[in-house]
């Protein structure tokens, strides 16, 4: 597509209950990133896919979240026994990545994530 | 790893040129500029991303100075829809640098 598409764009859930947030990134692109953003806060690392290298889980906060990334396009993010402390705005990006450029990182519009 | 300094929050007038400056004292060789502007409520935009020297584009420029110690991007005759946070990030492709790079941003607030 044009842009990362991400969805649900809104989500509200009990607290206890799963969620799964998915990402289109831009076609073509094998870096894609997951971010976390609080209110009012700065954008807050979570988990880097590079083509079809083992990811870079360091950022996850908790083994309550995971992600996936299937044939080296879509990925979800899933949270489980979600929490208060995860309400945040998930954001999903992509790059070119690659040799010599400047690896330029394109996000969505985010996730919206609220728990109840 | 790049770390980089901006100030919080910047102030300014419609019509005026806002100037951010990013303290980026240990950049390395492979490492690009790069600036992004978050609305509320939106995800980062990329606005610009320069090497060295002067890089201008339809919305800002951007100025590194020799050592690219700093970078200073310059956004002309803002408006109140300039309002926004913006994100210095200094990076190359090969290192996962952008996942730590991202601190508070600098609040930018034009008022009429």
């Known amino acids: 597509g044009a842009g990362v598409s991400q969805s649900p764009s809104n989500k509200v859930t009990e607290k206890g209950k799963d969620v799964e947030l998915r990402c289109d990134p831009i076609s073509g692109h094998t870096a894609l990133y997951w971010y976390r953003q609080s209110l009012g806060q700065g954008l807050e690392f979570l988990i880097y896919f590079q083509g079809n290298s083992a990811p870079d889980k360091s950022g996850l906060p908790s083994d309550r979240f995971s992600a996936e990334r299937t044939g080296g396009s879509v990925s979800t993010l899933t949270i489980q026994r979600t929490q208060q402390e995860d309400s945040a705005v998930y954001l999903c990006?992509?790059?070119?990545?690659?040799?010599?450029?400047?690896?330029?990182?394109?996000f969505g519009e985010g996730s919206w994530l609220t728990v109840v | 790893l790049a770390k980089t300094t901006q100030p919080i929050s910047m102030d300014s007038y419609e019509g005026q040129e806002v100037n951010i400056t990013c303290s980026h004292n240990?950049?390395?060789?492979?490492?690009?500029i790069t600036w992004y502007q978050q609305f509320p409520s939106q995800g980062p935009r990329f606005i610009i991303q320069g090497y060295k020297t002067k890089v201008t584009n339809e919305v800002a420029s951007l100025f590194i100075p020799a050592d690219r110690k700093s970078s200073t991007l310059s956004l002309p005759r803002v408006s109140l829809s300039d309002t926004a946070v913006y994100y210095c990030l200094v990076g190359d492709s090969f290192s996962n640098d952008y996942k730590l790079s991202f601190g508070a941003g600098t609040t930018v607030t034009v008022r009429a």
């Open positions: 240990n950049i390395a060789t492979n490492d690009y």
């Open positions: 990006a992509s790059s070119l990545g690659g040799e010599g450029i400047g690896n330029t990182i394109y």
